[in-house]
């Protein structure tokens, strides 16, 4: 199992773009949640989904967008990039659909600058 | 609304001795309590995590102990090393799907 993906690794925007971070897990989690990582505070929760078909906000969604249209998949949508959304981006799973289990797996994470 | 409050910001300590980093956490309905390491660069990766129904558990060198009278919980690493040089994240998990981190702590084991 390759775990929990994210593309890309890296990537630079100009204010205003518009940008999809991708995220894919191979562990039939059903929980897949986006955090953005800043210096000193901690990872902050922007959006999360319990299954396919259901989203939901966390406490930081402003300025971002997200969809689950099968298990696998949780990509994160900038509309219009702003300097204030240069960041470390990581997606984590949990909770396999046939089990309550708590432990979250992070990706490797998608570092952002926004110019 | 739910809060972490994580201490120390920043750890050092010398190689051989012991290293505790505390939280705290608001929700008294929380009921699991993970501590992450992340180097730098890479992602958080679990090292042990304690559920509400337990005061204490251990796994070789770490140990992670839980109050919940007092909403605390804290991390122990003994006999430090050098690779335990790292930021290490504290988190609640407030509800069923709602995960509260704290902001860290950068431990430097200094040899």
């Known amino acids: 199992n390759a775990g929990v993906t994210q593309t890309p690794k890296f990537h630079i925007l100009k204010t205003g773009q518009s940008m999809t971070l991708q995220c894919a897990q191979d562990?039939?989690?059903?929980?897949l949640s986006w955090y953005r990582q800043d210096p000193g505070m901690g990872l902050r929760r922007i959006h999360y989904s319990v299954a396919a078909g259901i989203t939901d906000k966390g406490e930081v969604p402003d300025g971002y967008n997200v969809s689950r249209s099968n298990t696998e998949d949780f990509p994160l949508r900038l509309e219009s990039a702003a300097p204030s959304q240069t960041s470390v981006y990581f997606c984590?799973?949990?909770?396999?659909?046939?089990?309550?289990?708590?432990?979250?797996?992070f990706g490797p994470g998608t570092r952002l600058t926004v110019l | 609304g739910e809060n972490v409050e994580q201490h120390p910001s920043t750890l050092s300590v010398q190689e051989g001795d012991s290293a505790v980093i505390k939280c705290t956490y608001s929700?008294?309905?929380?009921?699991?309590f993970p501590w992450y390491k992340q180097e730098l660069g890479k992602r958080p990766q679990l090292i042990i995590d304690?559920?509400?129904?337990?005061g204490e558990k251990k796994d070789q060198r770490i140990a992670v102990t839980l109050n919940k009278t007092a909403k605390h919980f804290s991390l122990h690493i003994t006999e430090t090393q050098p690779e335990d040089s790292a930021v290490y994240f504290c988190?609640?998990?407030?509800?069923?799907?709602?995960?509260?981190f704290g902001t860290g702590t950068r431990l430097k084991v200094l040899a």
């Open positions: 929700d008294s309905a929380s009921n699991y």
């Open positions: 304690i559920r509400s129904n337990v």
């Open positions: 562990m039939n989690h059903g929980y």
């Open positions: 988190a609640a998990l407030s509800g069923t799907y709602k995960y509260i």
């Open positions: 984590a799973s949990s909770f396999p659909l046939e089990l309550s289990y708590n432990e979250q797996f």
